[in-house]
């Protein structure tokens, strides 16, 4: 639940939304060429979103994601996120998000996160896959079985598979791409 003095951030592929309280989130399409200026506009534009948070949270919706053990030190994670999903190297700012024994590691554009700090204090920053991992994993009864958990919500599949009350893997794709690799394999 989102507290008053709280404010929630989600970072969409062509857009972002916003919600507070028992506010409703509000989604704001940015379609421009420039994702970083226009997000910067767009809330520099509402007063509302420049007041003194105790706490914002922004949640980055990306694929660009590795799962490392936790106790894996932050140097050694480092250079396997960099070795993985070599992409954006020295573009982007890279985050650890731990839920149990899991670190979710993944990168957000540098600009924005400047523009974050900037703009807001006690930012943290998360990613959904972490989220969706944290509720299951004290939700779900494993035992010995295998679970699998599929979410598709905010235009995005998100799978978290289990074994023995273990997660196995976690994946995220964006409905739109994998729509166009499915139509395309069946051609």
Known sequence: MIQNDQLSIRLLPGG?????????????????KDFVAEFEDAVLSRQELLRAWDLVICELHTSRVVLLPAQMPMEEAQVHFDFLLPEAAGEEVTFC??????????????????????TFQNVVCRHPLCSLHSFWQTKVAFGTHAWMVADLSLAALQLLVYRDGNLQLAIRHDLLILFVTIFFAHQ
Request: glycine share 10%; net charge neutral; no cysteine.
């Open 16 to 32: 972002f939304s916003y919600a507070w309280g028992n506010r409703p989130a509000e989604f704001i399409s940015l379609p421009g």
């Open 97 to 118: 998000d731990t839920a149990g024994d899991i670190a979710f590691w993944f990168g957000m554009d540098a600009r924005i996160h400047r523009f974050l700090q900037r």
